[in-house]
């Protein structure tokens, strides 16, 4: 699908994922701000925006007549204070100055994630469920949800599970380091590769008649043993030790049924194909 060639599109902290959806939306015709606190870094396709999302007062260089927002931030730090900074204040901050400039952007998409989810026995998903989260990861990112689902723009929600791709490869690590599975309680897990969260992003972004919240993971929620005894096989590796008494929290299965009938074709619907194509790219170089 082509973008409307007027279309001014801000990504507010334009990191690793906000540089490759910004370079494709140039690429479709759109004019791309990318915001965040070193602009100097991003690609020539992108026009930089050096601001901080924490300091409102950076915020009034924003561009006029915006007609797209990502809001693609992240914490510094694995903290609450880090988190709360990131999603909440900063999407607040930023609402604000949109709000104060008279800006009324057609869509306003806020990535979140599955963490906003309780559920922890393996139980399925979707944008419906329950979300009670108990950790502050999920809660920072769920109050944020509320935030931009109470400012009356155009706002849509996207939680995203476990991404992998290209130098995204915990698990490889884990794997080749011959480190442990949870396997009781089993772990569920959730993934989806960059290429897909680029592609959709930039579906999201197209519809015109969107639902408020989406859940953006593959076909294959799978256990975590699962995932790794297969990475194993691929790799020519023993399978890995079985752990017990795992810490972990958050086994869930989540359903991408909504995405999927909104148009959207997974380019890895699977973490083998995604995998794959990984070990593919990285044969010879050493992937770890």
């Given amino acids: 699908m082509s ?3 007027h279309d001014r599109v801000l990504i507010a902290g334009c990191g690793k994922i906000g540089t490759r959806l910004g370079e494709e939306l140039a690429s479709r015709g759109a004019e791309v701000w990318g915001l965040r606190r070193q602009s100097g870094l991003l690609p020539a396709a992108l026009r930089a925006l050096t601001a901080d999302l924490c300091e409102p ?3 009034q260089a924003i561009p006029a007549r915006i007609t797209r927002v990502y809001y693609l931030a992240t914490p510094n730090a694995y903290t609450d204070e880090a988190y709360r900074m990131a999603y909440v204040d900063g999407l607040r901050n930023l609402l604000q100055v949109l709000a104060d400039q008279r800006q009324a952007p057609r ?5 979140s994630s599955t963490a906003v989810y309780a559920q922890h026995a393996g139980e399925w998903v979707d944008e419906t469920s329950p979300t009670a989260p108990t950790g502050f990861s999920g809660q920072r990112l769920l109050e944020a949800e509320h935030l931009l689902q109470s400012a009356h723009l155009h706002g849509l929600v996207v939680r995203f599970g476990g991404i992998y791709g290209r130098d995204r490869n915990t698990m490889i690590r884990k794997v080749r380091a011959r480190e442990p599975c949870n396997a009781a ?4 897990t959730n ?3 960059e290429d897909d969260c680029v592609g959709v992003l930039c579906h999201l972004g197209q519809l015109s008649s969107p639902q408020s919240v989406y859940l953006a993971v593959d076909d294959a929620p799978c256990t975590q043993c699962e995932l790794m005894d297969w990475l194993a096989g691929e790799l020519g590796q023993p399978k890995p030790p079985r752990a017990k008494d795992s810490p972990r929290t958050g086994s869930k299965r989540c359903c991408n049924a909504r995405l999927k009938a909104s148009g959207y074709a997974l380019r890895f619907p699977t973490y083998r194909e995604g995998y794959r194509a990984m070990l593919a790219s990285t044969h010879g170089n050493g992937a770890q």
């Fill in 3 to 5: 973008t409307d060639s």
């Fill in 57 to 59: 007062e950076s915020l």
């Fill in 107 to 111: 869509r306003v998409i806020f990535v």
């Fill in 185 to 188: 309680p089993a772990f569920y």
């Fill in 191 to 193: 993934r989806i590769h």
